[in-house]
């Protein structure tokens, strides 16, 4: 039922060989080869990721008198899995109160075969200046018209590049202020009104 498999190191993939006679499905008798074991062993039709390459398993079909070979092309990868917690991050320029944050936390998750990588080493990079990023702690340092790429990359222990991106917004948070203003004016200030200047806050005043 295949006649190419992509797996990884240490997993097993099943083949499941049907075979016909006077297009009839018959009962057939199946044999399996490999043809390198360092990479792929095959047991009743089930492979067994052995090692890293490239290997084809070839299996024969038996129904009485009459037999057919079909080879299965066998590639074996390594069995990385590498993600973080997230792939989107809002930021604001400034911290304030419980919804807007200047900072992130991007928190890894990588596994070599079965195991957990206890702190892996991650390199972090930011594709614009609008944000920073160290150690997995992404940083606003300018408003972004687009969102900013965070690219986080672990080198497995064979020396192959996993990637994984983030996605960064900054946003200049729109906050509504009421409030009013109790003042004795003095006969030498002009008009009914009192200017209030909010330039310097920071903030995008709606």
Not at 105 to 118: H, K, L, M, R
Not at 121 to 132: G, K, L, P, Q
């Given at each position: 039922d295949?006649?190419?498999?992509?797996?990884?190191?240490?997993?097993?993939?099943?083949?499941?060989?049907?075979?016909?006679?006077?297009?009839?499905?018959?009962?057939?008798?199946?044999?399996?080869v490999?043809?390198?074991?360092?990479?792929?062993?095959?047991?009743?039709g089930v492979m067994t990721g052995a090692g890293l390459g490239n290997a084809v398993v070839s299996v024969t079909g038996t129904y009485g008198n009459a037999s057919v070979t079909k080879d299965v092309s066998v590639t074996v990868t390594e069995n990385v899995t590498f993600m973080l917690d997230k792939?989107?991050?809002?930021?604001?320029?400034?911290?304030?109160?419980?919804?807007?944050?200047?900072?992130a936390?991007?928190?890894?998750?990588?596994?070599?075969?079965?195991?957990?990588?206890?702190s892996p080493?991650?390199?972090?990079?930011?594709?614009?200046?609008?944000?920073?990023v160290k150690d997995g702690v992404i940083t606003a340092a300018a408003k972004t018209d687009a969102p900013v790429k965070v690219t986080a990359t672990y080198r497995s222990?064979?020396?192959?590049?996993?990637?994984?991106?983030?996605?960064?917004?900054?946003?200049?948070?729109?906050?509504s202020v009421d409030f009013s203003v109790d003042a004795e004016l003095n006969s030498d200030v002009s008009g009914d009104y009192i200017d209030i200047d909010?330039?310097?806050?920071?903030?995008n005043i709606g």
């Open positions: 295949k006649s190419s498999v992509n797996m990884k190191e240490g997993k097993k993939v099943s083949i499941n060989p049907t075979m016909k006679y006077k297009n009839q499905v018959v009962e057939a008798a199946y044999t399996y490999s043809s390198d074991e360092d990479v792929v062993t095959v047991d009743g792939s989107f991050v809002e930021l604001a320029l400034d911290d304030i109160g419980d919804e807007y944050h200047k900072t936390t991007i928190v890894p998750t990588v596994y070599e075969g079965d195991e957990p990588v206890e080493a991650i390199t972090w990079t930011a594709a614009s200046s609008e944000v920073t222990e064979s020396g192959n590049d996993y990637v994984c991106n983030v996605n960064v917004s900054v946003i200049l948070p729109e906050i909010f330039s310097d806050s920071g903030l």
